[in-house]
């Protein structure tokens, strides 16, 4: 009976602890899970970070300067010589010219256009061509004096410096061609043009020039001693 009563004691007190001894487990693992919670989602949250990308050091010597290509030179310029053609080959004149002419038969006081081309063949010497036009007063009652003259030869500089004033001189041969007609005579005849002139550069493609010129011709079976004088621009090119 003893023995009975002991058993029945036992197991009332080792049900008693049960519950117990089950709440406190219980409180144990809600305590430590938030715990281990948390290091596992402190840990899947770092996983899930992107790794940053590794920043790429350049060496110093990459950002040194580069040298640039070297850029060829500009051609240069002409040098504005004596009459500021230097350079140039090509001369072409013109502007206005009087002319006086007296021969045995008329005198008459003409005025008209000069207009010449010279071509460089050095820096001192050019052949040249040149056209004179030019017209006057009336003579023999009425009829108007015209004047024509073409000429070639060659031309002589000086002064060829860097200077704005250039000298220049000039022997040209040709023809000439004279209105009125004179009864029994023809109206065309020798001519030989010889003088000079200076040349003022204006710019090396720009100069103005003075220039004036004995002129000998031969008409109406005579010989006639002229002259004439201009002035006008010279185009260098």
Request: glycine letters at 10%.
């Amino acid at each position: 009976m003893k023995r009975l009563v002991l058993v029945v004691f036992v197991a009332l007190a080792v049900s008693a602890s049960l519950p117990a001894q089950q709440a406190s487990f219980l409180n144990f693992d809600r305590a430590v899970q938030p715990s281990f919670l948390a290091r596992n989602s402190s840990a899947s949250d770092v996983s899930l970070l992107p790794l940053a990308a590794p920043t790429a050091t350049l060496p110093a010597s990459s950002f040194s300067a580069v040298p640039s290509a070297a850029l060829p030179d500009a051609p240069a310029a002409p040098q504005m010589g004596g009459g500021g053609d230097v350079g140039y080959r090509w001369h072409l004149a013109t502007g206005y010219e009087y002319v006086h002419f007296e021969s045995s038969a008329f005198s008459a006081s003409l005025s008209g256009i000069h207009t010449a081309l010279a071509y460089s063949l050095s820096d001192w010497f050019a052949l040249e061509g040149s056209i004179v036009a030019a017209f006057g007063g009336d003579v023999f009652g009425g009829e108007m004096t015209k004047f024509a003259m073409f000429t070639g030869g060659g031309r002589i500089y000086w002064d060829r410096a860097p200077h704005r004033w250039s000298p220049w001189a000039h022997v040209l041969v040709g023809g000439v061609h004279v209105n009125p007609q004179l009864a029994r005579v023809g109206k065309n005849g020798f001519a030989l043009q010889t003088g000079g002139g200076v040349d003022f550069a204006f710019n090396p493609r720009l100069s103005f020039r003075g220039e004036a010129d004995y002129v000998h011709t031969q008409l109406y079976s005579d010989t006639q001693h002229n002259y004439q004088a201009g002035v006008g621009v010279v185009l260098h090119f």
